[in-house]
């Protein structure tokens, strides 16, 4: 009996195993054999879509399918197969415009193809090789020629032009395409004029002519003005100083900067106006004055104003400056920087009142002034500059002279004409010295052992003109208080000095 069961026991298990199989069996051939509706999936491995490329880049993807049945793998650039039988491709860019191309990868299974399609551009750099086209304007060679002459060449390129040069003789002249020659300056004979210009891939171009310079015959006529400082003591207005206009009359100055103009600016610059016409019809044979002044003066101890007969081109009052630590600092008296063409050389005339009055805080005050005027002149670059005024210190360069100063401190000025230290103090003050400009005493230079008094008060210089490394050769002669007048004209005496530009 228990055989028998055991039978059919075993009999039932292959029953269930056989039913199995064949619905495995018949599952498989359902699958195999039942339409197939979805296309391979594709994605394009490189490049990414809108890529800029350039040289020889790879182009590759992928496919799979849910039947795990993939076949015909194709790369297309621009509807072109480029590959018919790898999911990779090596394509030289070069060979191809540039601009935007159309990349199509695509694979298909038994029956339906599956794709995906990008767009890139192609930049590939041309390299320069041609160097830029370059001529000389001016001056024709072979021709002679005398005084000052300007140097003009021209240069072109497809892709720009990145420095210039000119050469006189071998020597670097310029970093332009123009340069105004002096040859004053130069012996007559034969000169080489060498013109030459690179573009950004360094190609360089070059052409040179000859000339000849001769200055034997030629009469220059003398470039000269003259330039004061005067403090006028209340805007002119204090009674123990009457005279201030005859100080101006017998000085006859081409360039005027006042100083304690305090009222002139009121009721639209009546008192400026006043005085221009005043001095334009006392000096009626001279070029006239045109003038300006600060504005927003509320005292007659400050304000400064300018008289020019010469053209000024831009005028500005100067509130705040920049320390060394980049923090701005109000001043006490206004700057004023007047621009000035004076025989076609624009020149910065910068017109400063340092704070006034003895005592450890006021001298404090006028050097932090000083400090931010340094660095605001620094940041005007290398140009021309005619620093001038009421400075309210002592100069170091007066040390040998009179060592009797007292009550206003060496600070400013000690800072100013690097690199001097502080004669009472040692403190050297030379890290607050111009980056730029090489600053000359126009007094002390031109007349080295005359005290050169201004402030009778303390029987000192305190008033001065300083000039940088565009004039300091321009010097002809300056005085201080040599008129009639100079007395009952202000409390200050007036300095002065004569510019030759040749």
Not at 24 to 32: F, K, Q, R
Not at 150 to 170: E, F, H, L, P, R
Request: aromatic residues 10%.
């Amino acid at each position: 009996m228990l055989k028998r069961k055991k039978i059919f026991h075993i009999i039932a298990i292959l029953i269930i195993v056989a039913s199995i199989a064949t619905v495995s069996i018949i599952t498989v051939l359902i699958v195999a054999n039942s339409p197939d509706n979805l296309p391979p999936l594709v994605q394009i491995s490189t490049p990414n879509d809108g890529e800029t490329i350039s040289g020889t880049i790879p182009i590759s993807f992928t496919a799979s399918d849910q039947q795990g049945f993939v076949q015909n793998p194709q790369i297309l650039i621009d509807g072109t197969v480029v590959e018919d039988s790898s999911y990779s491709y090596q394509w030289d860019t070069t060979q191809a415009v540039d601009g935007e191309h159309n990349i199509l990868c695509r694979a298909r299974d038994r029956t339906i193809w599956g794709s995906a399609e990008i767009s890139v551009t192609i930049h590939n750099e041309v390299p320069d090789d041609t160097a830029p086209s370059i001529s000389i304007i001016s001056p024709i060679e072979g021709t002679t020629i005398s005084d000052t002459v300007v140097i003009n060449m021209v240069a072109t390129d497809v892709n720009g032009i990145s420095t210039y040069a000119i050469y006189i003789n071998d020597i670097l002249r310029s970093s332009s395409n123009l340069n105004s020659w002096n040859t004053i300056s130069e012996s007559d004979g034969n000169y080489t004029i060498r013109c030459e210009a690179t573009d950004p891939s360094n190609n360089k171009a070059s052409k040179s002519i000859w000339v000849i310079v001769n200055n034997s015959m030629v009469i220059i006529p003398p470039k000269t003005f003259k330039v004061m400082t005067f403090n006028v003591k209340d805007s002119g207005e204090d009674p123990s100083y009457t005279d201030w206009k005859e100080v101006v009359k017998e000085e006859n100055a081409d360039i005027i900067m006042f100083i304690e103009t305090g009222s002139w600016d009121d009721n639209t610059n009546q008192k400026l106006n006043q005085y221009l016409s005043e001095f334009n019809s006392y000096f009626s044979s001279e070029d006239p004055y045109v003038g300006y002044c600060t504005q927003g003066i509320s005292y007659l101890t400050d304000g400064a104003a300018i008289f020019s007969r010469y053209p000024i081109i831009s005028y500005s009052q100067i509130t705040h400056v920049f320390l060394d630590n980049s923090s701005s600092y109000e001043v006490t008296h206004d700057f004023f920087d007047i621009e000035i063409i004076v025989y076609e050389t624009s020149i910065h005339v910068i017109g400063s009142h340092l704070k006034a009055l003895p005592g450890a805080n006021n001298e404090q005050i006028r050097e932090k002034e000083q400090e931010g005027i340094i660095n605001y002149m620094d940041n005007l670059g290398d140009i021309p500059i005619i620093y001038l005024g009421d400075l309210n210190s002592f100069s170091p360069e007066d040390w040998g002279l009179n060592t009797l100063q007292s009550g206003l401190g060496y600070g400013p000025l000690s800072m100013f004409i690097f690199p001097y230290d502080n004669p009472e103090t040692g403190s050297d003050y030379s890290s607050y010295s111009s980056l730029i400009h090489e600053w000359v005493d126009v007094h002390r230079t031109l007349n080295p052992t005359d005290w050169g008094i201004t402030c009778p008060d303390y029987n000192s210089r305190i008033d001065f003109i300083y000039v940088n490394q565009w004039l300091s050769f321009k010097l002809v002669n300056s005085t201080t208080g040599d008129t009639d007048h100079a007395n009952t004209g202000s409390d200050h005496y007036n300095i002065d000095v004569y510019f030759d530009l040749n």
